[in-house]
């Protein structure tokens, strides 16, 4: 699977940013995918993943209640809608893609990644 995310900026603190990636290659209703991101100086993380279905999602608890993960099987993308935004949750975000219809929240468990997008929150 090849992906492509964008949807990337700078956004004030308490405000809203909707990231998308655009799948092609694989049957996208094959996988199951996911975001991660990664700060300044520190490792990449999870955020949150949703099976091949849209049925069920996992979040981190970093942005639990902020964060919305939801996909379009017909439209090979899934976004994720980041709202409340804190300057903590600043970093470059990936979206990944997992030759299994099943979330996963570990980083080896994903084979495909996207180029990243970049998020900046201003406070």
């Known amino acids: 699977v090849q992906l492509q995310a964008s949807g990337g900026g700078l956004v004030q603190a308490r405000g809203s940013l909707r990231l998308s990636c655009i799948a092609s290659?694989?049957?996208?209703?094959?996988?199951?995918m996911g975001w991660f991101r990664q700060a300044p100086g520190k490792e990449r993380e999870f955020v949150s993943t949703?099976?091949?279905?849209?049925?069920?999602?996992y979040y981190a608890d970093s942005v639990k209640g902020r964060f919305t993960i939801s996909r379009d099987n017909a439209e090979n993308t899934v976004w994720l809608q980041m709202d409340s935004v804190i300057p903590e949750d600043t970093a470059v975000y990936y979206c990944a893609a997992r030759p299994r219809q099943a979330i996963a929240t570990r980083e080896a468990e994903y084979n495909s990644w996207g180029q990243g997008t970049e998020v900046t929150v201003s406070s």
């Open positions: 290659g694989r049957s996208f209703k094959d996988v199951a």
């Open positions: 949703i099976n091949w279905s849209g049925a069920i999602k």
